[in-house]
């Protein structure tokens, strides 16, 4: 299924305000209620809305340090991407784990109350991944931007 533009519009405003109610999307959009409410089940059947979520603030939960951890594997072997991949997915500190491509193998986003937190997860699970053969661990001082809205 390919997006027309009413279904762009659609996405752009849930992706800002997921709890908007039908009435008010529509009117955003220029539809009727009905022909929306049609519209975003259809996008939500096709995949293209994944799911609804509640944003979190950091530091009202108590994590407001944000730390990228580069890790380097011992080898690429799959059993040992596989094993890597496993254990980082139970880490419950760890937000995002991305493979790349350039000098490290992952990249990791982590969250934590203070630099004392981030060592007992280092120390904790961090050093117990399986394959690490070099982490390099960078502190984020300031969030300059920030959004999960993917363009439309």
């Excluded at 072997?77 to 254990?87: G, H, I, P, S, Y």
Aim: overall charge neutral.
């Amino acid at each position: 299924m390919s997006l027309d533009s009413i279904d762009r519009r659609l996405l752009a405003v849930l992706q800002k305000s997921g709890r908007i109610s039908n009435s008010d999307l529509a009117e955003k959009v220029n539809l009727s209620a009905s022909a929306c409410h049609r519209r975003v089940q259809r996008l939500e059947a096709d995949g293209f809305i994944a799911g609804y979520v509640a944003l979190l603030d950091p530091r009202k939960m108590g994590v407001p340090t944000t730390v990228f951890v580069e890790i380097t594997l011992s080898t690429q072997a799959d059993d040992v991407l596989n094993a890597f991949e496993k254990a980082v997915a139970r880490v419950p500190d760890v937000l995002e784990c991305h493979l790349t491509a350039g000098t490290a193998d992952y990249i990791l986003k982590i969250v934590a109350e203070d630099t004392d937190d981030f060592a007992r997860i280092h120390r904790q699970y961090l050093t117990r991944l399986p394959g690490v053969a070099k982490m390099q661990s960078s502190f984020a001082l300031r969030t300059v931007c920030m959004t999960t809205a993917l363009p439309v």
